[in-house]
């Protein structure tokens, strides 16, 4: 007679095969449905159901509509016909109205001889759409879902460990009088600020130059400029011809005063 084993409520029955799983569940006080309906037997009736191939009977339409694959089946439409394992869902209320004795999941980790999950078309929480090996048909290596970001991450942090030993090792060996260069070489925010204002400081000089360089060789400019050197000649000029006549007159008065001495 096929062996029926509900490992969550520690439970073992042998029973005639045939048999729905949920009649059988029905007969421990095992409650294998979640309830829309309280009462009404109307809800979510799915287990995941471990045996050998042809414990169970094959996959109903209606099993296949509700995304049943893999070890996921419905109880009220699957039928024992071998010995199987039977986990079923947590959270349904138990019919007998008494605690349900729920196993710790089980864990490789700490237990090296707890069951694994198989590689089969069920979902878990690695593969939410059932494991690539089973439900693919590529030849590319299952990625598990985070695995990419994880590493990504991963290279990105040992980039940066990477360049931060090449800075450190960079100021190092620097001289002492090349710190500055150093300084503004690495990267940072006051680096690119003091990079900014000497770009500022440069370009007002050029701009300065410039301008000077334009009124040295404009011919308006030169012209503006001997203007008043022109101004300055003419007046020095037009002072200097009474001082001529000044002299010119000079010895005419010392020959009038000579005559009017000699008169008297």
Not at 190 to 215: D, F, N, P
């Amino acid at each position: 007679m096929p062996r029926v084993t509900f490992v969550n409520e520690h439970r073992t029955v042998e029973t005639e095969p045939g048999r729905l799983l949920s009649a059988i569940a029905a007969e421990l006080g095992i409650a294998v449905c979640r309830e829309t309906f309280r009462g009404t037997g109307i809800g979510d009736y799915t287990c995941w159901v471990k045996g050998e191939p042809g414990a169970t009977s094959p996959l109903t339409f209606l099993e296949k509509l509700l995304g049943a694959r893999g070890q996921r089946r419905m109880a009220n439409r699957t039928r024992v016909l071998g010995d199987v394992q039977v986990w079923t869902q947590a959270g349904p209320g138990n019919r007998l109205r008494t605690p349900r004795p729920i196993a710790p999941p089980p864990s490789p980790a700490t237990d090296p001889e707890a069951p694994r999950k198989p590689i089969d078309a069920s979902g878990s929480a690695a593969f939410p759409y059932g494991d690539p090996r089973a439900v693919g048909h590529g030849k590319r290596e299952p990625v598990a879902a985070g695995a990419l970001e994880a590493k990504a991450a991963k290279e990105k942090k040992a980039k940066a460990g990477a360049a931060a030993k090449a800075t450190e090792g960079a100021a190092a060996k620097a001289p002492e009088g090349a710190g500055a260069e150093a300084d503004a070489a690495a990267p940072g925010p006051a680096a690119k600020a003091a990079r900014t204002a000497a770009k500022t400081i440069k370009v007002a000089g050029t701009a300065a130059e410039g301008a000077a360089t334009a009124a040295e060789t404009t011919p308006a400019a030169e012209g503006a400029a001997t203007a008043p050197k022109t101004a300055t000649t003419a007046t020095e000029t037009a002072a200097s011809p009474p001082e001529a006549e000044t002299h010119a007159s000079g010895p005419a008065a010392t020959a009038k005063e000579r005559e009017g001495g000699t008169s008297e």
